[in-house]
């Protein structure tokens, strides 16, 4: 009976408790959750508004070997057809303390990106980025890393070669109305150089090799092989370094304004994808952009799903509940705010 008596009144104390109201399921957002803070992307730096260096031009000896480089390279639209090569000034003072490369191929190939800093004596401390298109098995991350120190003693070509200009001199023969050919060569270059006062000189190129081109890719090929001491750097073993993500960072935010040209899809596709391994927060801005998708098209679907598994990594909330990527895009487009 004593026993009876003393479950009865646990009963009744339990019954007039209040219960807890269940806990509130909401969708996740800034202020509930803080899973999907928007950061403002890092963006290389700007030129600042500085007088003019003196003319920096490539002595003679360097100005005769990019004349016949870019000379050798050109190929002419017309049977009378030769490449006139004017060297200018390239804008930029006596040292240059970084150089970021980037450079790919559209078919087949992959994508590196690269920074080099000036450190000791005539020395470039480089980091680089590999996007390594592995086809064959073993299946593995396409995620590469690089480090080392370099030395650059052509440094001057590659600045030469990047303030030339080149056009066809010539006198067409009666009947010959030229001619353009485009070949199936598809790669993107970027050559980015700064100098201790932070002037920049910067070219790029994304397209298919050609005879209409040439003036914009010719002397950009010839500075970056000049500067192949960057891109020979060998891969390093480890995980991604906060210099790293800060240099994947900054040359993802440069290239969200090319993601939708039509020839800079191979580039996307690859940037969407090493945001997997090295996106960070600044990077999530771009990455959203790629969730909406209007048409069928193969090549922004993949981007999605890339775009949609770098999210999740980055933020920890991974929104794929069910098989539709479609649902999943749609809850981050909804809850991912700015800062």
Known sequence: ?????????????????????????????????????????LLPASPPTIAAPPCHRPSAAVAAKIKAAIEKRYTPQYERGKPEVTLGCDGLGPQIREIVLEAGEGHGGGL???????????????????????????????????????????????????????????????????????TSR??????????????????????????????????????LE??????????RGGPATEEDRRLFAERFAAAVPR????????????????????GSPPTLAGLLTRLPVTKPDRSKQDARANAIAAIAGITGWDARTSPSLEDAATRYLAACKPQ
């Open 259 to 278: 993601f939708d040209d039509p020839l800079s899809w191979w580039v996307t596709e690859r940037y969407i994808e090493l945001a997997r391994y090295v």
């Open 112 to 182: 590196t990106l690269w920074r080099a800093r000036r450190g000791t004596g005539a020395s470039y401390d480089v980091h680089g980025i590999r996007f390594a298109n592995r086809a064959t098995p073993p299946r593995r991350p396409p995620l590469e890393l690089a480090a080392g120190r370099v030395e650059l003693p052509e440094l001057e070509i590659a600045r030469g070669a990047l303030a030339a200009t080149v056009r066809e001199a010539a006198q067409p023969a009666p009947g010959d109305l030229g001619g353009t050919v485009i």
């Open 1 to 41: 009976m004593r026993w009876l008596l003393i479950l009865g009144l646990l009963a009744r104390a339990a019954a007039a408790e209040p219960q807890a109201p269940p806990p509130k399921v909401t969708r996740p957002t800034v202020s509930e959750t803080g899973v999907c803070l928007v950061v403002p992307p």
């Open 186 to 223: 598809d790669f993107h270059v970027l050559v980015r150089l700064t100098d201790d006062n932070g002037r920049v000189l910067e070219r790029t190129f994304t397209g298919y090799a050609g005879t209409t081109d040439q003036d914009r890719y010719i002397g950009l090929e010839l500075a």
């Open 226 to 235: 000049a500067l192949g001491g960057i891109t020979a750097v060998a891969e």
